[in-house]
């Protein structure tokens, strides 16, 4: 199937050994996508020309390449980049230097499983993309405190906790998870079975990974910037089989809300800080610790590039 990664268009195959590979969704020949929608063959053929690529990335056949005497066809198999799983998920990482997936989810698959969910009895229910026009970061630190929630998600704070949340930052996981408040009338929440607490993790740079308390159920997806001032983002919804249908409904539909009240509260950030005029904030330490643990670890990156 083939997925983009950082603006980057990949395929990851599976072949019949169960071997999982991915590759630059690009051919060798003359850059033509190779691959645009999910799909079953025993082959990867470029449709402008006909290269042919095996499931492994090798260059199985070029048409008329036998009339070139210096055409090396051991050289010119697709890019090959990182794939690794958790769960159901799959992960992909362009830069063959970079450490295997299992350092970069550091703690991560063990505090989930921890406050009770086991991801590998979820089932993907739907895709929701969506667009912020704001940048990445002012997206991404908004997701990391709910110092906003009183004023802006009332019908969500009927429910958790959010003063007295756990707030940790643990390698590139940052993580807030609330206390559950069993009053919680009015929201779909089903608190008395299945997940015990809510999760709100980032995967620093901009993963999000969302555990509503009640039945087991997820949501996970990207923040990519698209330019400096806007974003593109999905939320892939994750539930256990046999969830009933209509829960499902109302739990996403609750979701939304909230992510239409946050998209809201993001880009009047982006107009007001991207005016220029003033030129900073002034964050709460123990409030907002986990915008300056994020705030670390972008200058981390950034500053050694300037």
Same mark, same amino acid.
């Given at each position: 199937?083939?997925?983009?990664? &950082?603006?980057?268009?990949?395929?990851?195959?599976?072949?019949?050994?169960? $071997?999982?590979?991915?590759?630059?969704?690009?051919?060798?020949?003359?850059?033509?996508?190779?691959?645009?929608?999910?799909?079953? *063959?025993?082959? =990867?053929?470029?449709?402008?020309?006909?290269?042919?690529? &095996?499931?492994?990335?090798?260059?199985?056949?070029?048409?008329?390449?036998?009339?070139?005497?210096?055409?090396? *066809?051991?050289?010119?198999?697709?890019?090959?980049?990182?794939?690794?799983?958790?769960?159901?998920?799959?992960?992909?990482?362009?830069?063959?230097?970079?450490?295997?997936?299992?350092?970069?989810?550091?703690?991560?698959?063990?505090?989930?499983?921890?406050?009770?969910?086991?991801?590998?009895?979820?089932?993907?229910?739907? *895709?929701?993309?969506?667009?912020?026009?704001?940048?990445?970061?002012?997206?991404?630190?908004?997701?990391?405190?709910?110092?906003?929630?009183?004023?802006?998600?009332?019908?969500?704070?009927?429910? =958790?906790?959010?003063?007295?949340?756990?707030?940790?930052?643990?390698?590139?996981?940052?993580?807030?998870?609330?206390? $559950?408040?069993?009053?919680?009338?009015?929201?779909?929440?089903?608190?008395?079975?299945?997940?015990?607490?809510?999760?709100?993790?980032?995967?620093?740079? @901009?993963?999000?990974?969302?555990?509503?308390? &009640?039945?087991?159920?997820? @949501?996970?997806?990207?923040?990519?910037?698209?330019?400096?001032? *806007?974003?593109?983002?999905?939320?892939?919804?994750?539930?256990?089989?046999?969830?009933?249908?209509?829960? =499902?409904?109302?739990?996403?539909?609750?979701?939304?809300?909230?992510?239409?009240?946050?998209?809201?509260? $993001?880009?009047?950030?982006?107009?007001?800080? &991207? @005016?220029?005029? $003033? @030129?900073?904030?002034?964050?709460?330490?123990?409030?907002?610790?986990? =915008?300056?643990?994020?705030?670390?670890?972008?200058?981390?990156?950034?500053?050694?590039?300037?």
């Amino acid at each position: 199937f083939p997925t983009n990664v &950082g603006g980057l268009p990949l395929i990851v195959a599976l072949d019949r050994d169960d $071997v999982l590979r991915g590759f630059l969704n690009v051919c060798r020949h003359r850059g033509t996508i190779l691959v645009n929608e999910p799909q079953q *063959r025993g082959t =990867i053929q470029c449709p402008y020309h006909a290269w042919t690529y &095996g499931l492994d990335g090798s260059l199985r056949g070029a048409p008329r390449s036998k009339e070139e005497p210096d055409f090396e *066809r051991e050289g010119l198999g697709l890019v090959p980049v990182q794939v690794g799983t958790w769960g159901p998920f799959v992960f992909a990482n362009p830069d063959p230097e970079a450490a295997p997936l299992a350092d970069a989810l550091g703690d991560l698959p063990a505090v989930v499983a921890e406050n009770g969910l086991d991801v590998d009895s979820l089932r993907f229910h739907s *895709r929701a993309p969506y667009e912020i026009r704001a940048n990445w970061k002012i997206a991404v630190e908004n997701y990391l405190e709910c110092y906003h929630c009183q004023l802006n998600h009332p019908d969500l704070v009927q429910v =958790i906790d959010e003063e007295a949340q756990r707030q940790e930052a643990a390698g590139l996981r940052l993580s807030q998870m609330p206390p $559950v408040v069993p009053s919680g009338a009015g929201t779909p929440y089903d608190l008395t079975d299945g997940v015990p607490t809510a999760q709100y993790h980032i995967l620093f740079p @901009s993963l999000k990974f969302n555990v509503n308390p &009640g039945r087991p159920n997820l @949501s996970i997806g990207p923040v990519w910037p698209v330019a400096p001032d *806007r974003s593109a983002a999905w939320l892939d919804y994750f539930f256990a089989e046999g969830t009933d249908p209509a829960w =499902i409904e109302d739990l996403m539909a609750f979701d939304t809300q909230i992510g239409v009240e946050d998209v809201g509260l $993001v880009e009047a950030v982006q107009r007001g800080a &991207g @005016s220029g005029a $003033v @030129s900073h904030g002034r964050l709460l330490a123990r409030t907002e610790v986990l =915008i300056g643990a994020f705030q670390d670890l972008v200058r981390e990156r950034v500053e050694p590039a300037l």
